[in-house]
């Protein structure tokens, strides 16, 4: 149980394009989910934390209107990179938490950005 | 920011040994919790320690915590080469505990 899916797994693009990136709890609710990024041997650095049916709380340093995050339904949120440029390219995490007290969150594969 | 500093950065062992690996925060903790990460892929959860328990076991794995130290071990007995992967711990802190913040990791090498 607790499978988190993200997709795609792997875009390469070119500069200036937005692309959107699917994080889903296939077999829970989750009504909090989490954007990470993580550049190459390092750790995961939280980007913004979604919570479905509002406005998402972002971080210090991340910029909302370059990520953009959606979270529409309990088991679907989407980071959008807009205008992506080569500073961009990372691996992105997603993460989904059921509800409860003490409850581990659920990894997606991530997924790893190229901008040309 | 990050809280965690995991301590070795990297360990090299021989499979049936087994491996360490230590973790240290800064401040007070709801919970503190480990992953595990494969080379290019997300992170499984392992285990969950909360604040007012000192030892977790799992299988092969064995968590302690110490709040007085503010510190948690992870011990993998008898690796495997499978068990090659980085091992992070996460603590959560403050109201409702869902945020994680997460060290810095310790790549494990599994050597057949």
């Known amino acids: 149980g607790a499978v988190v899916s993200q997709h795609p797994s792997w875009v390469i693009c070119k500069s200036g394009t937005s692309v959107k990136i699917e994080c889903r709890s296939l077999?829970?609710?989750?009504?909090?989910m989490f954007w990470y990024r993580q550049f190459p041997k390092q750790s995961l650095m939280l980007m913004a934390t979604?919570?479905?049916?509002?406005?998402?709380?972002?971080e210090q340093g991340v910029e909302k209107d370059k990520f953009l995050i959606n979270h529409a339904s309990l088991t679907l949120s989407t980071l959008t990179v807009t205008s992506a440029h080569p500073e961009d390219s990372s691996f992105y995490i997603c993460s989904a938490r059921p509800g409860g007290e003490g409850q581990p969150q659920h990894f997606g594969d991530g997924t790893r950005l190229s901008i040309l | 920011s990050q809280q965690g500093e995991e301590d070795p950065q990297a360990l090299s062992i021989q499979e049936g040994e087994n491996a360490t690996m230590n973790c240290s925060y800064k401040?007070?903790?709801?919970?503190l919790q480990w992953y595990r990460q494969n080379s290019g892929r997300g992170l499984v959860h392992l285990i969950l320690?909360?604040?007012?328990?000192r030892e977790k076991h799992s299988g092969r794995l064995r968590v302690t915590l110490d709040t007085s130290k503010k510190s948690s071990s992870l011990l993998i007995t008898a690796s495997r080469a499978a068990d090659t992967a980085s091992y992070f711990c996460a603590t959560a802190s403050g109201a409702g505990s869902y945020q994680l913040t997460f060290g810095k990791g310790t790549k494990l090498s599994v050597i057949p």
């Open positions: 979604s919570n479905e049916g509002s406005k998402a709380t972002y």
């Open positions: 320690i909360r604040s007012n328990e």
């Open positions: 401040t007070s903790i709801n919970n």
């Open positions: 077999d829970f609710q989750a009504t909090t």
